[in-house]
């Protein structure tokens, strides 16, 4: 199991944890993408991914040997279908000034960031008007961009 969450803010902590079994991650090396993003990863589950960044490279290594080597031996003593439909790991905020479908719209503190729970794209109000039920993500329906909804109500999933 991979537990998330916890955070610590001028000394105090905060515990939101969350669980997510070894058997269901998958991780995908990512690259170095300015002096901010290096050493980096991505965990990968139908829950919830995220990025990873580790002190250098050569941790990087070691973490994404020692996790690869966990969920492999998670999934030889599983009896779980390993599956298909992964949560996009989000882009990060910093990564977008304008709305990544129509770039007309340009955030802002009255404008807000919105995040596709199917993409991961960080998106405008306008263009992700809808909610789509994404079981493996939530019990409820989430928000998902327009280009999403579209293709899912084509595949007949949409809500």
């Known amino acids: 199991v991979i537990v998330y969450g916890t955070i610590i803010i001028h000394r105090k902590k905060y515990n939101n944890m969350h669980l997510l079994p070894l058997d269901e991650v998958r991780i995908v ?12 990863w991505q965990i990968i589950s139908p829950r919830k991914s995220f990025n990873v960044y580790a002190a250098n490279g050569s941790e990087k290594s070691e973490w994404i040997q020692h996790l690869n080597t966990c969920i492999e031996g998670c999934q030889r003593k599983s009896a779980k279908k390993v599956t298909t439909e992964l949560a996009p790991a989000w882009i990060p905020d910093d990564a977008a000034t304008h709305c990544m479908i129509c770039s007309k719209v340009k955030f802002s503190a009255v404008v ?43 595949r007949g999933s949409a809500m």
Request: charged content about 25%.
């Open 29 to 40: 090396a990512l690259d170095d993408i300015g002096p901010e993003r290096q050493n980096g």
């Open 112 to 154: 807000r960031k919105h995040h596709c729970r199917r993409c991961g794209k960080i998106v405008c109000s306008n263009c992700s008007t809808k909610r789509l039920l994404l079981a493996s993500q939530s019990a409820e329906p989430v928000r998902v961009c327009d280009p999403c909804f579209a293709e899912a109500s084509v």
